[in-house]
């Protein structure tokens, strides 16, 4: 499995393009002590609305990055009943991780009946904890009563503002005036309802400077991508080595056996003229790999193939012949190749290529995202390559 993470955090190319079951996450989440890797596969986990819920409770039991992402993961499932059961015997920091979960489920539209109920009675119980000489939570449940319009917010705001002397009263003030007239609270509705790359953007490692640290090469902006893809004309010109500076310790290459990839089922899979765009491309990229990484381009794993194909390979071809190297059409025969490489035992590094394909497809659509455009869509990886490789 490659790795969803690195020592700067998240890596959301290799999270979205992921293909593992909830057994795999959980076995993965036993096995690794790497607090960033847990967080990955947790948020994982989450998009997948997969039912780990013991398993999240366990990690959040502290207000870390683990913490704070398996809290996210519980509030994309149906965990009201869940925390609804465990939360009286939570810990401090699993209380407040637990009304953020709650949180994230209003803002999906996902509670149900008897929500509002059970919040006017944690008022009381956080309230109790106060009069203990505990710490008190009251704001958050505040929150959540202001983000469901609840009737029962002012009370409580007010009961919580006087009552609790540590409580944050500004956070408090805030939700006075977002619940006025009955109002729920919009602005916390927003928030929980963003995207989690979105919600942990200052959690994420910068994925090509992550590349950059496993290959040594000068650094370049990633190439800006046309909004329309009509590959086949440039392809057919498609340059096999100008502009590559000769590695002198490049290795002899091996050749790829392209007549029986094109005699294969994973070829069979794209049209014709997709197979010959590939098949122009691909010697190009063999070229590439030998010369500038000093490998075959069967045993290039995800990042060396991302950084090749988006920062070395601007610089190895004309301007004009980019639009064609990455059109739709070019990923999903490389996408198909590398497959067939996989199954067949040639490449080194196993599905590494193909998850490689992957991660550039969510790049390019983030800079095309980026620039206004519609037409990241067109990146979207077809339904007939969507299919794990794994067991094929």
């Not at 502290?62 to 869940?82: E, H, I, N, V, Y």
């Not at 006087?162 to 944050?168: A, C, I, K, V």
Request: aromatic share 6%; net charge negative.
């Amino acid at each position: 499995m490659a790795a969803l993470s690195s020592q700067d955090g998240l890596i959301p190319s290799a999270i979205s393009s992921a293909s593992l079951s909830a057994d795999d996450v959980a076995q993965a989440l036993s096995s690794t002590e790497d607090a960033n890797e847990q967080a990955a596969l947790c948020i994982y986990a989450g998009t997948q609305r997969f039912n780990l819920a013991d398993v999240f409770w366990a990690l959040m039991d502290d207000d870390s990055l683990l913490a704070r992402c398996a809290c996210w993961a519980l509030g994309q499932s149906d965990a009201q009943t869940f925390i609804i059961k465990n939360i009286n015997d939570a810990s401090l920091d699993q209380r407040e991780q637990s009304y953020h979960c709650l949180s994230y489920i209003i803002a999906r539209g996902a509670q149900q009946d008897g929500l509002e109920a059970f919040l006017s009675e944690r008022i009381d119980q956080e309230l109790e904890r106060v009069k203990q000489g505990k710490t008190g939570l009251g704001e958050h449940v505040c929150r959540n009563l202001a983000m469901i319009a609840s009737a029962q917010s002012e009370d409580a705001i007010k009961r919580v503002t006087s009552e609790d002397q540590y409580s944050d009263r500004f956070e408090l003030q805030r939700l006075r005036k977002a619940s006025a007239d009955g109002n729920a609270d919009e602005e916390s509705l927003e928030h929980y309802k963003q995207s989690w790359q979105d919600i942990f953007a200052d959690d994420c490692a910068d994925e090509i400077t992550e590349a950059e640290e496993t290959i040594e090469e000068q650094q370049t902006d990633a190439p800006e991508v046309a909004e329309e893809h009509t590959p086949e004309a440039n392809a057919e010109e498609m340059p096999e080595e100008e502009g590559v500076e000769q590695n002198p310790e490049a290795i002899q290459i091996i050749p790829i056996d392209w007549e029986g990839f094109l005699a294969s089922e994973e070829a069979a899979a794209i049209e014709e003229k997709d197979r010959s765009i590939v098949t122009q491309i691909g010697p190009m990229f063999e070229q590439l790999a030998a010369q500038a990484l000093g490998k075959n381009f069967a045993e290039l794993n995800s990042q060396e193939l991302m950084v090749m194909v988006l920062q070395i390979l601007p610089q190895a071809i004309p301007p004009e012949y980019m639009q064609a190297a990455l059109s739709p059409q070019s990923l999903n025969g490389l996408q198909c190749l590398a497959r067939f490489l996989n199954n067949t035992g040639v490449a080194t590094e196993g599905e590494e290529l193909e998850i490689g394909i992957r991660q550039i497809r969510e790049q390019i659509q983030q800079q095309i995202r980026a620039s206004g455009s519609l037409h990241s869509g067109d990146y979207d990886e077809p339904e007939f390559l969507s299919a794990s490789t794994d067991g094929e």
